[in-house]
Structures are given as structure tokens and as C-alpha cells.
């Protein structure tokens, strides 16, 4: 069974900085692309990112408000995504869901259950 | 950046058919994947590549895709069908995936 479970999340000021990790299991994570998806409060999704598996390049691409600030990493050794944030704003605030990335013609096939990152002062 | 519209809010009652609409520039010359996210949950992957069922995902559920719009169809909807659906599509322009903005199904 595919598992992903996403930990991490917490109350940071603006302009601090956070790490979320995804931890997967019950697949190959290795071959798996991975993308990040948040949802504001009372608002709908919104995909971060994603990070392709190393085998096909590694590349990560970012929506445009997170550019710059928000780096996705992997580490297949421990089977785990992360998304490190920086130079948090208070529109960053968002529970933030990892998923396998199927690509093009298949989507966002798993979800974690997502982690709740709250920027406030 | 491509654009998906879809309409905030469907109602329908039990048993009828629900359709759910997402719109966008030549949307049929991309693969679009609906998800249904339930109250406080994470969303699930329901409709993928237009018209494809994800195992344990039931027949009630299709789409389809053509033109400028592509439609979610609910068949003999149920209580716990209640629920905000998403289209998706994978802008290659951009190389970003995009949702659309939602649409809240109410059984009434």
C-alpha cells in the first residue's frame, strides 16, 4: 500500500524558514517523480513543484510565487521528499500535500495527508 | 499561464446525474484528471487521462474532454459524493500543473 506522510509543519514568523518532509513507502520511491500541492485555508489547490526521479534528471520545476524561495530535494536513500521554505510570507500559509507525480497523461495519483504551515507574526 | 474555469458550486439531488464542467483555451489537446476532496481530507484521484477510472474508483464516476471543455459526470449520485472537485491539466508551456479553481457538489 502506497503511504505518504508528510510532517514538518508548524507556526514560523515571516521571513523564517521551514522544512517539510515526505516520508513514502509501498513503492519504488527512486523512480518516482514527486510534486508538491498546497491549499490555503478556505481555498482551493494549488501545486507548488515537483522533482523528477534521479534517474530522469532530477529537475525541479516551481510555480511562480515560490521561486526563489522554496528548494524540493530528495534523498532515496531514506525514501523521502523535502520542501524547504524560505523567506516565508503570511500567503505562504497553507496545508501542504505531497504526491506521486504520474505525469502528464496520469496526474497526482497518491496524496499525504498534508501538513498545516502557518506564517504569522 | 493556461487557465482552467470551473463553476463554484453544482447541486443535484440523490440517484440524478451530476455534471461538472472545467474550461479552458483547446483543453481537448491535453489529458485532464479530476480529483474529489471530501471535508478536512486530502484529495483523490478520481478521473485521469479524460476518461480513465483509478482502481477502487466507481463506474458511477467518467469524464470527457473535447473543445474548449471537458466534464466530470456523476451518475446515480450519492450522499457521500458530497464533496469540492478539481480539474487538472499539465500546462507544457510553462511546465507547471494547474487546477482549476473548484466546483462544491451539493446533494440535496
Known amino acids: 500500500e502506497v503511504q505518504l506522510v508528510e510532517s514538518g509543519g508548524g507556526l514560523v514568523k515571516p521571513g523564517g524558514s521551514l522544512r517539510l518532509s515526505c516520508a513514502a513507502s509501498g513503492f519504488t520511491f527512486s523512480n518516482a517523480w514527486m510534486s508538491w500541492v498546497r491549499q490555503a485555508p478556505g481555498t482551493g489547490l494549488e501545486w507548488v513543484g515537483r522533482i523528477e526521479s534521479e534517474t530522469d534528471g532530477g529537475t525541479t520545476d516551481y510555480t511562480a510565487p515560490v521561486k526563489g524561495r522554496f528548494i524540493i530535494s530528495r534523498d532515496d536513500s531514506v525514501s523521502t521528499l523535502y520542501l524547504q521554505m524560505s523567506s516565508l510570507k503570511t500567503e505562504d500559509t497553507a496545508v501542504y500535500y505531497c504526491?506521486?507525480?504520474?505525469?502528464?497523461?496520469?496526474?497526482?495519483?497518491?496524496w499525504g495527508q498534508g501538513t498545516l504551515v502557518t506564517v504569522s507574526s | 499561464s493556461y487557465v482552467l474555469t470551473q463553476p463554484p458550486s453544482v447541486s443535484v439531488a440523490p440517484g440524478k446525474t451530476a455534471s461538472i464542467t472545467c474550461g479552458g483555451n483547446n483543453i481537448g489537446t491535453k489529458s485532464v484528471h479530476w480529483y474529489q476532496q471530501k471535508s478536512g481530507q486530502a484529495p483523490v484521484l478520481v478521473i485521469y487521462y479524460d476518461s480513465d477510472r483509478p482502481s477502487g474508483i466507481p463506474e458511477r464516476f467518467s469524464g470527457s474532454n473535447s473543445g474548449n471543455t471537458a466534464t466530470l459526470t456523476i451518475s446515480r449520485v450519492e450522499a457521500g459524493d458530497e464533496a469540492d472537485y478539481y480539474c487538472q491539466v499539465w500546462d507544457s508551456s510553462n511546465d507547471h500543473w494547474v487546477f482549476g479553481g473548484g466546483t462544491k457538489l451539493t446533494v440535496l
Open positions: 504526491a506521486t507525480d504520474g505525469g502528464s497523461d496520469s496526474g497526482l495519483v497518491n
